[in-house]
């Protein structure tokens, strides 16, 4: 169980430098404070001391946890790659063959919200549900998700231009059933997500 516990402290450690640095905005790998009543009134992340709750995580939780880091950190899928920070951030002016998508949501430690600002930029082209699954989830990795001990909780919603909705569980893998779904990419409107991480995950600083 070393690497287990090799693991949860590196996440850990990544976790609360993030938090400890109030989660600024630096180049592509920062996240805006949600400007509203909820944190204008709130002390900074260096001032704040988090209140500890009473909540373990269970061995199958933290399992998880990493197993879904592992799988979604990849920057690779079926021949399509992370080039140029595409699946992260990009104000680069778009070839005529693709588009770029907006991530579009809310990430809640504690009692702060962050709307971390992601978009991805991928070709005009046909996918399946599996490898957009695979680059949203990397985007959101690369501010937070899946660090710690916690799974964070909520969904993640592709929208379409016509109206249709494809949900993706934060807690879970996409199911197996659902992976060869075709979806593509020209007809994205964006993705909206609403997520809560446990402030268990979070030590006090």
Known sequence: MKYVQKYDSKNSIVLKSILSLGIIYGGTFGIYPKADASTQNSSSVQDKQFQKVEEVPNNSEKTLVKKLYDRYSKNTINGKSNKSRNWVYSERPLNENQVRIHLEGTYRVADRVYTPKRNITLNKEVVTLKELNHIIRFAHISYGLYMGEHLSKGDIVINTKDG?????????????????????????KNVTFELVKSVNDIEQV
């Open 164 to 188: 249709g909705k494809y949900t993706l569980e934060s807690h879970k893998e996409l199911q197996k059933n659902r992976e060869n779904v075709k979806i593509n990419t020209a007809d994205v």
